[in-house]
């Protein structure tokens, strides 16, 4: 096997799970640290080189809110879903069941 195409393939595949991956876990607020923890929790590791410019992506379409706010006497940006990432997240989850459910008869 072509250790470099499969790379390549892998993380093309992975691309979009990612977003899904984060709108679903800012259903509830987190800053950038917990937001990794629970994807790495749940399996899905995120370098924060990728995670953040991510963030930033969401919130400028508007899927995302943000606020800065003093925790443990460090300013942290939380984040949860806007009304839009909500309505968005649900079709997006739609839509990845179809499709996950025609890749495992296809598999």
Request: with cysteine; aromatic share 8%; net charge neutral.
């Amino acid at each position: 096997m072509d250790r470099a195409l499969f790379e390549a393939m892998r993380l093309e595949l992975r691309r979009g799970s990612l977003v899904l991956a984060v709108l679903a876990c800012l259903r509830t607020e987190r800053y950038g640290y917990t937001l990794r923890q629970a994807l790495a929790a749940d399996g899905l590791e995120m370098e924060e080189s990728t995670l953040y410019p991510l963030l930033r992506r969401l919130e400028g379409q508007g899927l995302l809110t943000s606020e800065w706010r003093e925790e443990e006497k460090r300013k942290k940006r939380f984040y949860v879903l806007s009304p839009q990432g909500e309505v968005l997240l649900a079709a997006l989850t739609e839509e990845w069941r179809g499709i996950n459910a025609s890749l495992d008869r296809m598999l």
